[in-house]
């Protein structure tokens, strides 16, 4: 069985081992549980409890309560230059409407589109946009700053690729609150058991899952993947 420091590295050279990516890309979360996994991380109660702490928590990240519905998100996506560029396209949208139609980045700049509306940063480094995160399965690299990672004897086929599954623990935060947590795999901050399927031959993340009192409260993962792929460098061209 592989060890912690052996998967570390695993996990850390992930980002080296493709050259490009194309898939359909898959979000999903039961927002009561995610809510309920946050406000624990933060030290929160439905009461008020922890008001002083949540001060220091940004506003825009708390989720929601609702809706009852889980929240389902399927996107057709690319990348290349080890995520410097990549194009996320909603294919569907369950539970929440607010995301962008299309999201363009190459880096510094990005454009996002809804309906007939186009934004863009103009290369501003200092502006960024979500969206088109799906990246971070593929390159986690940071992962093993924050997680205890223990691995397991199963294997399974997740988006056509042979994994291991990898059991991961949140490390204690440091009291600056740099310790990286749930955003590594962008989900809801929260959460203090995970499983990972880790793609045996590039260790990149084929599914990432959180679970709360064992039941799963977000997934992240490729429903089908293909790597090293000739991608149409007009798929991150700017949009207007």
Same mark, same amino acid.
Do not use: Y
């Given at each position: 069985m592989l060890?912690q %420091?052996d998967?570390?590295?695993?996990?850390?050279?992930?980002?080296d081992?493709?050259?490009t990516v194309?898939g359909?890309?898959?979000?999903?979360?039961?927002?009561?549980?995610?809510? $309920?996994? @946050?406000?624990?991380?933060h030290? +929160?109660?439905?009461?008020?409890?922890?008001?002083?702490? !949540?001060r220091?928590?940004a &506003? /825009?990240e708390m *989720?929601?309560?609702g *809706?009852?519905?889980?929240v389902? /998100?399927?996107?057709?996506v /690319?990348?290349?230059?080890r995520? $410097?560029?990549r $194009?996320?396209e909603?294919l569907?949208?369950?539970?929440?409407m607010? !995301?962008?139609?299309l999201? #363009?980045?190459?880096?510094?700049?990005?454009?996002?589109?809804?309906?007939?509306?186009?934004?863009t940063n /103009?290369g501003?480094?200092r502006?960024?946009?979500?969206?088109?995160?799906? @990246?971070l399965?593929?390159?986690?690299?940071? &992962?093993?700053d924050? @997680?205890?990672l223990?691995?397991?004897d199963?294997?399974e086929t &997740?988006?056509? $690729?042979?994994c %291991? +599954?990898?059991?991961?623990? *949140?490390?204690e935060?440091?009291p600056r609150?740099c310790?990286?947590?749930?955003e590594?795999?962008d989900m809801?901050?929260?959460g203090r058991e @995970?499983r990972?399927h880790?793609?045996?031959?590039?260790?990149?993340?084929?599914?990432?899952?959180?679970? #709360?009192?064992?039941?799963?409260?977000?997934v992240?993962?490729f429903?089908?993947i293909?790597?090293?792929e *000739?991608?149409? %460098?007009?798929l991150?061209?700017?949009?207007?």
């Amino acid at each position: 069985m592989l060890e912690q %420091d052996d998967l570390a590295s695993r996990l850390r050279a992930a980002g080296d081992r493709w050259t490009t990516v194309s898939g359909t890309f898959r979000t999903w979360r039961d927002q009561p549980l995610v809510t $309920r996994a @946050f406000m624990e991380w933060h030290g +929160l109660d439905e009461q008020g409890a922890g008001r002083n702490r !949540m001060r220091a928590v940004a &506003v /825009h990240e708390m *989720p929601d309560a609702g *809706p009852k519905v889980p929240v389902e /998100h399927l996107l057709r996506v /690319h990348a290349a230059e080890r995520g $410097r560029r990549r $194009r996320a396209e909603a294919l569907s949208r369950v539970g929440e409407m607010w !995301m962008d139609d299309l999201v #363009v980045v190459d880096e510094p700049w990005f454009w996002s589109r809804n309906g007939h509306r186009v934004q863009t940063n /103009h290369g501003d480094r200092r502006t960024s946009h979500g969206g088109a995160d799906f @990246f971070l399965l593929l390159t986690p690299t940071d &992962v093993p700053d924050g @997680f205890d990672l223990s691995a397991t004897d199963e294997t399974e086929t &997740v988006a056509g $690729r042979a994994c %291991d +599954l990898v059991v991961a623990t *949140p490390k204690e935060r440091d009291p600056r609150g740099c310790t990286p947590g749930a955003e590594v795999f962008d989900m809801v901050s929260g959460g203090r058991e @995970f499983r990972f399927h880790l793609d045996q031959e590039t260790s990149t993340l084929m599914r990432v899952t959180k679970l #709360v009192d064992g039941a799963p409260a977000e997934v992240n993962e490729f429903l089908d993947i293909a790597f090293d792929e *000739p991608v149409d %460098d007009r798929l991150f061209q700017p949009l207007t």
